[in-house]
């Protein structure tokens, strides 16, 4: 099943390094998010973008930044700033950004910290 | 900011029963409640959703009701089967990109 790619699946992050979490997708959608999984919390919003060049802050972006240069693509990066950055990270996007609208999520990016 | 908080956050049932997970809201102005499922190992996916304009939603086994004056809202799976063994994440939404998550309820089915 297609429509909203993240990649890599896994990734290492060595103590103070930057690390870039990759979300594309071929749905034609406006609004694409940035989620973070911990275990017992939910999904928590990190930025969010309901067009081309702009985005918002969600309730845990510091440490953490993105980009919006194209429609299809929303990356995240993970800066050294991020003191605890171990968490499941989940891309989504939805068709124009509305608040009834339905969530289409990645598979995931496991970020470990070596 | 909104606030949602669902409980149980483990829920065991035997195949063939019924399961609920309930999740309360803060915020009155929230108008859309969506409920996801994430199995093992997969993406979360839409089960079912509500509008504050709608008491109740049924989908086959699967119903969603909504009670705007408690600020509540419940999924209720009927005859449960195994392949209903998942995480299970209520939210709700005020604006756009405003969407808050429950912390999720992991039911197992026992065959």
């Known amino acids: 099943d297609g429509g909203i790619t993240q990649s890599p699946k896994y990734l290492f992050r060595k103590e103070g390094q930057n690390v870039t979490l990759s979300c594309e997708q071929n749905?034609?959608?406006?609004?694409m998010y940035w989620y973070r999984q911990d275990p017992g919390q939910g999904l928590r919003l990190i930025y969010y973008?309901?067009?081309?060049?702009?985005?918002q802050k969600g309730d845990i972006a510091e440490g953490y930044s993105v980009s919006r240069e194209k429609k299809e693509s929303f990356p995240l990066t993970v800066t050294s700033a991020q003191k605890n950055p171990t968490a499941f990270y989940l891309c989504?996007?939805?068709?124009?950004?509305?608040?009834?609208?339905?969530?289409?999520f990645g598979s995931g990016t496991q970020l470990s910290v070596l | 900011g909104e606030n949602v908080e669902q409980h149980p956050s483990t829920l065991s049932v035997q195949e063939g029963d019924s399961a609920v997970i309930k999740c309360t809201y803060s915020?009155?102005?929230?108008?859309?409640f969506p409920w996801y499922k994430q199995e093992l190992g997969k993406r979360p996916q839409l089960i079912i959703d509500?509008?504050?304009?709608?008491g109740e939603k049924k989908d086959q086994r699967i119903a969603v009701t909504l009670n705007k004056t408690a600020k509540h809202f419940s999924l209720h799976i009927t005859e449960t089967q195994p392949e209903d063994s998942a995480v299970y994440f209520c939210?709700?939404?005020?604006?756009?990109?405003?969407?808050?998550f429950g912390a999720g309820t992991r039911l197992t089915v026992k065959p």
């Open positions: 973008s309901q067009i081309v060049n702009d985005f």
């Open positions: 915020d009155s102005a929230s108008n859309y």
């Open positions: 989504a996007s939805s068709h124009r950004g509305g608040a009834n609208e339905k969530l289409f």
């Open positions: 939210a709700a939404s005020i604006e756009q990109g405003d969407m808050r």
């Open positions: 509500i509008r504050s304009n709608v």
């Open positions: 749905l034609n959608h406006d609004a």
